[in-house]
């Protein structure tokens, strides 16, 4: 177990220098996402173009896996159906949590989070900004925890 | 079950304190983490316990577990004179008049519960006001906005400063006739300020307020004489003070604690029961409905024995000289930041690094075998107050040495490296 294996250079840049920070107004769908143990709280913004992710934000203050997480989310969600973001989480989510089984392919830098899968306290660093996501995507607007 | 009342002993150590020895004590502090010796900075949020208590406890299960005050038999009546003997143990340490004043509980968490439930509650109108800090833990929180919804009371703060003090002038302007009771720390569990709790004691008196103090992060450090205090209530938590989980204390006055209508109903609590009148128990049985935690209490008591054997005075002085050498080394850091300089601090350091979060820190640290707390510290108020989610917390106990330190130290250079 290296730290350089959770703390690679992509997270550390990303947490630097989130992409997508902020808030899109107006937005078709939002969400805020809380984890309760660390009372870290995100907020991810959408506007859809028909069934499409057109544009997507997160904001909030967390730690670099949370924030990092959602700034590589974003990157990756951009212009995906609802589907295609519903099949990239379920890698993702694999990939933070499956300690034995090969990363997926297709991942791209998100294969980079993989690391956190010898931390578990840290996955749900890494998972609040999809389930946030998730929800903007289910409900338009809601609130959902790690919890 | 009344017990003579007895001074405070003496608690001056016969040889100076050797924490290298004391180590010795705690099997737990031999364990690596992640391939490094455990460097155990997390005391402020459970201490570990020394072989004497886990032995206690080994030796209750082992030869004399039974109920309580139930039966006849010889286990029944060995485990009732230990758990007796337990609170008799827990009156002289921190000398009440009697061991009627001494209820166990399961911790800090449930004494206060049952003072607002069981004091409060039936007593409180609207426009009585419930006075606490901005810097108390949510234990010292929650359970009187419960009051407050239930009675119709008012809850006011009075605000801390940017040293994380109380700021006793406010305070005291709170202080009003119409303050029926104070619920304040005796020592913050986020940033280590001692409060002036004589003082505030004092005043709280004078305007007619009854006084509960949080002892939970104070009585680990430092000798309590709830009677030279002067407090109405005291609660604390047994794993705090180096004792087991499960069990803790609240420290009543007994005038206060007979005239409370009892919390819980059950077995233990009661004298008589019929389906027309029941009738309750004496103190302090009166408050401790069910089966207790019999080989808790048993731990508790010899946690002090333990501690008395060291010294609180002299384990206050050790971790204040930890406290000064860690306060040193970590002012030289770049970007650290403290968070709580009270003049009057326990052993406990809340600190922020610019550009890494607590949590990252947390786990960085871990990996270097260093255990500290990182998070709000359930004082969601006090991180607000200061306007971060979240601190890093460094806290020190008997055990704890110079090593520790620079363990510490080091572990925060190696974060510095891998976050650049």
């Not at chain 2, 300020?193 to 004691?201: C, Q, Y």
């Amino acid at each position: 177990m290296d730290l350089k294996d959770l703390y690679r250079d992509v997270i550390l840049d990303h947490n630097r220098n989130p992409r997508n920070f902020g808030r899109l107004e107006p937005a078709d769908a939002h969400a805020d996402g809380h984890n309760p143990l660390c009372g870290d709280r995100l907020t991810v913004s959408l506007r859809m173009k028909g069934d499409l992710i057109e544009d997507v934000r997160f904001d909030g203050k967390g730690c670099a896996i949370s924030t990092a997480s959602a700034s590589m989310m974003t990157e990756a969600v951009k212009g995906k159906s609802k589907r295609a973001v519903a099949e990239l989480f379920g890698k993702v989510h694999s990939a933070l949590t499956q300690q034995d089984a090969a990363v997926e392919p297709g991942l791209g830098k998100l294969a980079a989070l993989s690391g956190v899968r010898e931390f578990p306290a840290r996955v749900k660093c890494a998972t609040l900004c999809w389930h946030t996501l998730n929800a903007a995507l289910e409900r338009g607007t809601a609130t959902v925890s790690t919890e | 079950m009344a017990a003579t009342p007895s001074p405070a002993r003496p608690m001056t150590p016969a040889t100076p304190f050797d924490a290298e020895r004391v180590r010795r004590d705690f099997p737990i502090l031999e364990r690596s983490i992640n391939g490094r010796p455990l460097v155990y900075l997390d005391s402020a949020a459970s201490s570990q316990r020394p072989l004497p208590v886990l032995r206690a406890v080994e030796a209750y299960e082992t030869h004399s577990h039974a109920n309580v005050h139930r039966g006849v038999h010889a286990l029944s009546q060995a485990a009732t004179e230990a758990f007796e003997g337990a609170r008799e143990r827990v009156r002289q340490f921190i000398n009440a008049r009697s061991t009627r004043e001494i209820i166990f509980v399961r911790g800090t968490t449930e004494a206060i519960n049952l003072v607002a439930q069981a004091y409060a509650r039936p007593r409180f109108k609207p426009g009585d006001e419930i006075l606490i800090t901005g810097l108390e833990h949510h234990a010292n929180i929650v359970p009187w906005q419960m009051v407050c919804e239930q009675t119709g009371c008012t809850l006011k703060v009075a605000p801390i400063d940017q040293r994380g003090e109380l700021i006793l002038d406010e305070f005291l302007r709170l202080l009003s006739p119409r303050t029926a009771l104070v619920a304040i720390a005796h020592v913050s569990n986020a940033l280590g300020t001692m409060l002036p709790v004589k003082r505030i004691i004092d005043s709280a008196h004078a305007v007619g307020a009854v006084v509960l103090v949080d002892g939970a992060q104070a009585i680990p450090h430092t000798p309590i004489d709830v009677r030279a205090l002067g407090c109405d209530f005291y609660a604390f938590s047994g794993h705090k003070l180096y004792g087991p989980t499960g069990i803790g204390v609240l420290y009543g006055r007994e005038q206060l604690l007979a005239a409370m209508p009892p919390w819980q109903g059950g077995g233990d609590m009661i004298l008589t029961v019929s389906f027309e009148k029941t009738t309750y128990n004496d103190l302090p049985w009166k408050f401790e409905a069910g089966t207790p935690n019999i080989s808790g209490a048993v731990g508790l008591a010899a946690a002090m024995d333990y501690l008395e054997g060291l010294g609180l005075t002299a384990i206050g002085a050790h971790e204040q000289k930890l406290l000064g050498l860690a306060t040193a080394q970590l002012e030289r850091i770049p970007g650290l930041k403290f968070v709580g300089t009270a003049a009057h601090k326990a052993a406990v350091i809340s600190f922020t690094m610019e550009g890494i979060h607590p949590h990252d820190l947390g786990t960085i640290l871990d990996h270097e075998g260093v255990a500290i707390r990182t998070g709000h510290h359930c004082a969601m108020p006090v991180m607000t107050f200061f306007g971060i989610p979240a601190t890093a917390r460094a806290s020190f106990g008997c055990y704890n040495t110079e090593k520790d330190v620079a363990a510490l130290v080091s572990a925060l250079g190696k974060a510095r490296e891998v976050f650049g």
